[in-house]
């Protein structure tokens, strides 16, 4: 095969089959390294058309040229990477580690363990369950007297009214509260502060607190970083900013508002209730604020 293609000018062969003449060389010469880079039986099929020579032969000998090549790589990659990790290793490892997590396991167990023993579950309910210290009556007289030295708009309440709202607060700043005394509850506390049906809200940081009262939907608004208090018998919606705050209705129960949105309110017939924006826009003739 080869003495025939070399009786061929392999420059017109390269003319008249468009291929490279290193190729044409290197097959001829039977160059198989040089041969690897060359799609060697598309190449062969193209001279075979056009000058019928049988390249069968030759082919079986280039596959096994690259067949001992592959063998080759695989011996020189095995001989440099000798060290081959055993099972026995691998299971030597997962033991250690079913160790760490027994040893993990014991410790927890202990731990729970002497908690129940030494009683620390039963104070940590019990310290659950204690009523109302003097702290919640402090922040009760705090937000009363803060939304009245904060707050500053038009009121169609007379000085009489005004002169009757504030009368109880200096009564109600100087209640003390003993847990000691029999029969007494958190419920019974704040009930005795909240005599005007006010809520209370407390906040870590700045906010904005914005009233309509649904008589008239006349718009105030505040801006505070203390507590304040709502009075429940005004009919109205509450807009409150994105700070986090905590909510003490009349009745002594709390709930919790994280920062990131803000808090819409509804108070109506003396109660107040979280609401969505929708109810808020329904009872705001369809405006957000």
Excluded: H
Aim: glycine fraction near 4%; charged fraction near 30%; proline fraction near 2%.
């Amino acid at each position: 095969m080869d003495k025939n293609l070399q009786n061929l000018d392999l420059k017109e062969v390269m003319k008249k089959t468009q291929l490279e003449l290193e190729f044409l060389q290197a097959l001829a010469q039977k160059d198989f390294k040089a041969l690897s880079k060359f799609n060697v039986r598309g190449f062969c099929k193209i001279i075979t058309r056009e000058y019928d020579i049988d390249f069968t032969a030759y082919l079986e000998e280039y596959q096994d040229f690259l067949d001992e090549g592959k063998e080759d790589k695989k011996e020189k990659k095995e001989e440099a990477n000798p060290n081959i990790t055993t099972q026995l290793d691998s299971y030597s490892q997962k033991s250690s580690y079913i160790w760490l997590y027994l040893i993990i396991i014991i410790l927890i167990v202990a731990a729970l363990f002497a908690a129940y023993k030494y009683g620390f579950f039963d104070r940590f309910l019990n310290k659950n369950n204690e009523p109302i210290n003097a702290s919640v009556v402090d922040i009760v007289g705090e937000a009363k007297t803060n939304l009245n030295s904060v707050i500053s708009t038009e009121s169609n309440l007379s000085d009489e009214n005004l002169t009757e709202q504030n009368e109880p607060i200096q009564e109600e700043e100087n209640i003390s509260y003993e847990p000691e005394q029999a029969g007494t509850t958190m419920q019974d506390t704040i009930s005795n502060i909240n005599k005007k049906q006010e809520a209370i809200f407390s906040t870590n940081g700045k906010v904005w607190v914005g009233f309509i009262t649904l008589k008239d939907y006349k718009k105030t608004a505040i801006v505070t970083d203390q507590n304040f208090s709502v009075d429940l018998a005004v009919d109205q919606l509450i807009l409150i900013g994105a700070t986090a705050i905590t909510m003490l209705d009349n009745e002594g129960k709390t709930q919790d508002f994280p920062s990131g949105s803000s808090k819409r309110f509804l108070v109506k017939d003396g109660k107040i209730k979280s609401i969505s924006l929708s109810e808020f826009m329904s009872n705001n003739k369809g405006r957000e604020w």
